[in-house]
């Protein structure tokens, strides 16, 4: 597993997190980074993704 889907799936968490407690106390400064953190999350899982496809495109496997 590539260390940018671990770094995404983290980012995603925090982000979640950010959200809901700007959410609750009605900081919409917080929920607002938690919104940019979630998607900077998605995105690094993605290219995280795609640098595992293209390793198991390499190594011959047939992964998802």
């Not at 982000?15 to 995105?43: F, P, W």
Request: positive net charge; without cysteine.
């Amino acid at each position: 597993m590539d260390k940018d889907r671990i770094k995404g799936a983290l980012n995603e968490a925090k982000g979640s997190v950010k959200k809901t407690v700007g959410e609750a106390v009605g900081n919409e400064r917080l929920e607002a980074e938690g919104h940019l953190d979630t998607a900077k999350g998605k995105a690094q899982g993605a290219v995280g993704r795609t640098k595992d496809a293209a390793r198991d495109a390499i190594d011959g496997k047939d992964r998802v």
